[in-house]
């Protein structure tokens, strides 16, 4: 198991070194063990799914969970090349992939701009490959959008939030901003990690400095 040690973490594993994958997806539970909701769907209609990741997975999981309007939560792996990866193999950098969590929302409750509030404010995306202390290409910052109309809410809120943070004194924000690739659920016990292991590792750290909401872009 040389390759869980090997490489260059903080750099991006080409597709064709990726490693394979399997075909099988994660069983994970039924239902969600906070906000006893279904973890994989089927989801009630009107409801929304937005992707975003910020580090270490089971802090940012309970961050959402937490906000009113969620509906349910995952964690899970996305925006690499690996099909249903373990946690092992996405920790050996050789999958492309960045620890995620989808949230699954009411927009009659919350709207796509809070969260990305919420997803801004809980860690600093200004640091690349890594969040904190947490180093490798699986703890970048990313959001991965469902809609053109997420797609340029998340445009326009990173463009307001790094001039913020820009006068604060930090770097140019590094998030990923995508089409949602697959996501892969995660293994069973990093579901609702926290709320498991009340005591338990939470890297989630942010800047401190507040974000604007509801930012609309007036480029084309």
Same mark, same amino acid.
């Given at each position: 198991?040389g390759?869980l040690?090997g490489?260059n973490?903080?750099?991006?594993?080409?597709?064709e070194d990726a490693?394979p994958g399997? =075909?099988?997806?994660?069983?994970v539970?039924?239902?969600? @063990?906070?906000?006893?909701?279904p973890? @994989?769907?089927?989801?009630?209609?009107?409801? &929304?799914v937005?992707?975003?990741?910020?580090? %270490?997975?089971?802090?940012?999981e309970?961050?959402?969970?937490q906000?009113p309007?969620v509906?349910?939560?995952a964690?899970?792996?996305?925006?690499?090349?690996?099909?249903?990866p373990t946690? &092992? &193999?996405? %920790?050996?950098a050789?999958?492309?992939?960045?620890e995620?969590?989808?949230?699954v929302?009411?927009?009659?409750r919350?709207s796509?701009?809070?969260?990305l509030k919420v $997803?801004w404010e809980?860690h600093d995306?200004?640091q690349?490959?890594?969040?904190?202390?947490?180093?490798?290409?699986?703890?970048?910052?990313?959001?991965?959008y469902h809609?053109p109309?997420?797609?340029k809410?998340?445009?326009?809120?990173r463009d307001?939030y790094e001039s913020?943070?820009k =006068?604060a004194?930090?770097g140019p924000?590094?998030?990923?901003i995508?089409?949602?690739?697959p996501f892969?659920?995660?293994?069973?016990?990093?579901?609702?990690?926290l $709320?498991?292991?009340?005591?338990g590792?939470c890297?989630i750290?942010?800047?401190g400095?507040?974000c604007?909401?509801?930012i609309?872009?007036?480029? &084309?």
């Open positions: 198991m390759w040690f490489g973490k903080t750099s991006m594993v080409r597709p490693l399997r =075909t099988s997806a994660m069983a539970p039924a239902r969600h @063990a906070v906000l006893d909701a973890l @994989a769907g089927p989801y009630p209609e009107g409801l &929304e937005a992707d975003f990741g910020l580090g %270490c997975f089971w802090g940012a309970r961050k959402f969970w906000t309007g509906y349910t939560t964690v899970g792996y996305q925006g690499g090349y690996t099909p249903h946690y &092992e &193999e996405v %920790c050996s050789q999958t492309g992939h960045t995620v969590v989808r949230v929302f009411d927009p009659a919350i796509y701009d809070d969260l $997803f809980a995306p200004t690349g490959m890594r969040q904190g202390n947490d180093v490798g290409t699986q703890y970048r910052s990313a959001i991965y809609s109309a997420q797609e809410s998340a445009l326009a809120s307001s913020v943070l =006068t004194g930090y924000i590094t998030t990923e995508a089409p949602a690739p892969y659920f995660a293994e069973d016990y990093h579901q609702q990690y $709320f498991k292991n009340p005591g590792y890297g750290g942010g800047t400095v507040s604007p909401v509801g609309v872009s007036t480029g &084309e």
